[in-house]
C-alpha cells in the first residue's frame, strides 16, 4: 500500500522560498499522478499543483502560477514542489497526494479524485 510523506515546511518571510518534498513508500510512486494540496484555518482543501505520473503535464492554480513548480523524481520516489515568493496569504497545511487512472490520466486540482494523502506539512509565511 502506499503512503506518503511530507517535509520541507516551516516559517518562511514574505518573499522567501521554500521547497516541499513528498516521499512515497510501499508502492512504485511512477504510477501515480500526484498533487499538491493546501488548507488554512477555516478555509476547503484546495488544489496548488499537479504533475502527471511521468511529469509531462503539470498544472497549477492561478493563485500560484509563476511562483511555485513542481517536479518529480521517479527514481527518488519523490515529488518535489518548489515555492518562491511566498506571501502571508500562502500560509497552509499543505498536503501531497497520489491518483492512480488509466493511461490518459494526468491528474487535476479537485481533491476527490485522490486516494492516497500525506499527513501535511505547515507552512508559515510571516515577518
Known amino acids: 500500500q502506499l503512503q506518503l510523506v511530507e517535509s520541507g515546511g516551516g516559517l518562511v518571510q514574505p518573499g522567501g522560498s521554500l521547497r516541499l518534498s513528498c516521499t512515497g513508500s510501499?508502492?512504485?510512486?511512477?504510477?501515480?499522478?500526484i498533487g499538491w494540496f493546501r488548507q488554512a484555518p477555516g478555509k476547503e482543501r484546495e488544489g496548488v499543483s499537479y504533475?502527471?505520473?511521468?511529469?509531462?503535464?503539470?498544472d497549477y492554480a492561478d493563485s500560484v502560477k509563476g511562483r511555485f513548480t513542481i517536479s518529480r523524481d521517479n527514481a527518488k520516489s519523490t515529488v518535489y514542489l518548489q515555492m518562491n515568493s511566498l506571501k502571508p496569504e500562502d500560509t497552509a497545511v499543505y498536503y501531497c497526494?497520489?491518483?492512480?487512472?488509466?493511461?490518459?490520466?494526468?491528474?487535476?486540482?479537485?481533491?476527490?479524485?485522490?486516494?492516497?494523502w500525506g499527513q501535511g506539512t505547515q507552512v508559515t509565511v510571516s515577518s
Open positions: 497526494a497520489a491518483a492512480m487512472g488509466n493511461d490518459a490520466y494526468t491528474g487535476s486540482l479537485r481533491p476527490y479524485e485522490y486516494d492516497t
Open positions: 510501499g508502492f512504485t510512486l511512477h504510477y501515480f499522478a
Open positions: 504533475i502527471s505520473s511521468r511529469g509531462g503535464k503539470t
